[in-house]
């Protein structure tokens, strides 16, 4: 079965950076749509990033400018790269793919079915 495993969370002081990982294996489509979610403490899971195939982008307004995603194909690794982090970024982010691939990436938890354990990432002031 396909399985999403996130790695590259850790602890950043504010204005930091880090890039979080998701290895995607056994995923038999050559076109995917995915995306990163998170979620804070008592807060509901929103999403941060998606992206698809055919080349489509979408960022949450609250991460425009300083997240950036990407996959390598042939590492089967969706990426999330986070600039400029802000104590607010703070919360368990999850890799997610909506399997089997149809419609539009979006940034809607609901249209996703696949997801990964998470990785905490924490922002201090």
């Known amino acids: 079965q396909v399985q999403l495993v996130e790695s590259g969370g850790g602890s950043v002081q504010a204005g930091g950076s880090l890039r979080l990982s998701c290895a995607v294996s056994?995923?038999?489509?050559?076109?995917?749509?995915m995306g990163w979610f998170r979620q804070a403490p008592g807060k509901e899971r929103e999403g941060v990033a998606a992206?698809?195939?055919?080349?489509?982008?979408t960022y949450a307004d609250s991460v425009k400018g300083r997240f950036t995603i990407s996959k390598d194909n042939a590492k089967n690794t969706l990426y999330l790269q986070m600039n400029s982090l802000k104590p607010e970024d703070t919360a368990m982010y999850y890799c997610a793919a909506v399997f089997p691939p149809s419609g539009i990436a979006t940034l809607n938890p609901s249209r996703y079915n696949l997801w990964g354990q998470g990785t905490q990432v924490t922002v201090s002031s």
């Open positions: 992206s698809d195939s055919y080349g489509r982008r």
């Open positions: 056994r995923y038999p489509y050559s076109n995917y749509y």
